[in-house]
């Protein structure tokens, strides 16, 4: 009989002769595959995860994420939130932050202060750009998140907060495939996903894991966002693939669609990183056309979804 006594971070097992509780001295590497991981993560998770409910009051949740940090998940969310509002102002948009682990919602977003409760002791969304919802844990206030923690944290920023009523809830998340997706798409029905990748082969590659990991949890996949698909020379308008030209052998491989590109561009940059979004400060630019577009296709797949959900309460 073989005792685990200790692991390392490669999948090591230190084996011990039970018998003698002698050490053997013998490494073997277990055939555990990073697929069995996760299937074991997601077990244990399970048993502290909340039961799978839908915020009240509001009628669609969508994600934005990508395997890798840094390829402009916050600047798509953000973007693409406000693009709905503009396009449907009577549409009521919100969005969560829920990359606890490095929130940017608030900088991007240009939201400061505290969240109030309000008489329902629910958090009051911080507002800015009319009636987008933002929230946030403050940047000094993050901490190592772990597994449990994780999930009481997004339990509070989902339904301590009073988000109704709203029309569709944007969600961004953190890099990779980790405990804030599970707690997701276990707990709340998550109309679909936004897979947001840079066209380098690293990025795709990891995109193809956080593909995988929505097909498991059983979250649709809206489409594929390309962005810094290249930069454009302002000299002689020559394109430059920096990180390289693979999204759509990529895509076709996972049988997803592009469903915007959007190239390098220091003006969206500078947007972000000053709090106003490309969408309000440049309108008339090539990607806030192309965000509005993005936001149109976003809430014809929600429109869609409704009148699934509807059809299938009906039987
Ligand atoms: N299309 C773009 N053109 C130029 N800079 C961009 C573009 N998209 C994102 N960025 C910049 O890249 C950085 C990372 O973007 P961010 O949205 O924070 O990525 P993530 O959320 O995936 O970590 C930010 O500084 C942002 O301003
Ligand atoms: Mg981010």
Same mark, same amino acid.
Not at 25 to 43: G, M, Q, S, W, Y
Not at 109 to 127: A, R, T, V, Y
Not at 214 to 230: A, Q, Y
């Given at each position: ?26 490494? *073997? ?25 839908? +915020? &009240?009051?509001?009628?669609?949740? *969508? +994600? ?10 916050? @600047? ?30 608030? +900088? ?6 505290? &969240? ?6 629910? !958090? ?82 990891? @995109? ?23 930069? @454009? ?46 969408? =309000?400060?440049?309108?008339?630019? !090539?990607?806030?056309?192309? =965000?509005?577009? +993005? ?5 014809? =797949? !929600? ?13």
């Amino acid at each position: 009989m073989l005792t685990k006594v200790g692991n390392n971070v490669c999948g090591r097992f230190l084996l011990k002769n039970v018998n003698s509780l002698v050490p053997c001295n013998t490494f *073997i590497k277990l055939k555990h595959t990073k697929d069995d991981v996760n299937a074991h993560r997601a077990k244990v998770m399970g048993r502290g995860l909340p039961e799978k409910k839908p +915020l &009240p009051g509001v009628k669609s949740i *969508i +994600l934005v994420a990508s395997g890798k940090g840094g390829v402009g998940k916050t @600047t798509t969310a953000v973007n693409l939130a406000c693009a709905m509002k503009v396009i449907e102002p009577d549409k009521e948009i919100g969005l969560l932050d829920a990359d606890v682990f490095g929130p940017s919602v608030p +900088l991007m977003m240009n939201i400061s202060g505290e &969240p109030m409760l309000n008489d329902d002791h629910l !958090i009051e969304p911080l507002l800015n750009y009319g009636h987008v919802h933002g929230l946030l844990v403050s940047g000094e206030n993050a901490v190592v998140w772990r597994g449990l923690m994780v999930m009481q944290a997004l339990e509070r920023l989902t339904r301590h907060v009073a988000w109704a009523p709203l029309d569709c809830l944007v969600v961004d998340t953190p890099p990779g495939t980790g405990d804030t997706h599970l707690s997701l798409a276990q707990s709340l029905p998550i109309d679909g996903a936004l897979v947001v990748t840079t066209p380098q082969s690293a990025a795709l590659q990891v @995109t193809k894991r956080g593909v995988n990991m929505f097909d498991k949890l059983k979250v649709p996949i809206i489409g594929m966002v390309e962005n810094m698909s290249h930069a @454009t020379c302002i000299e002689c308008g020559a394109r430059n693939h920096m990180f390289g030209n693979e999204t759509r052998k990529s895509a076709e491989q996972m049988g997803l669609d592009i469903i915007e590109s959007f190239e390098a561009d220091q003006n969206m940059s500078d947007c972000i990183n000053s709090g106003k979004p490309a969408i =309000y400060a440049l309108p008339d630019s !090539i990607h806030a056309e192309k =965000y509005r577009k +993005l936001a149109n296709k976003v809430f014809k =797949y !929600i429109e869609t979804k409704g009148k699934e959900r509807a059809e299938a309460s009906k039987q």
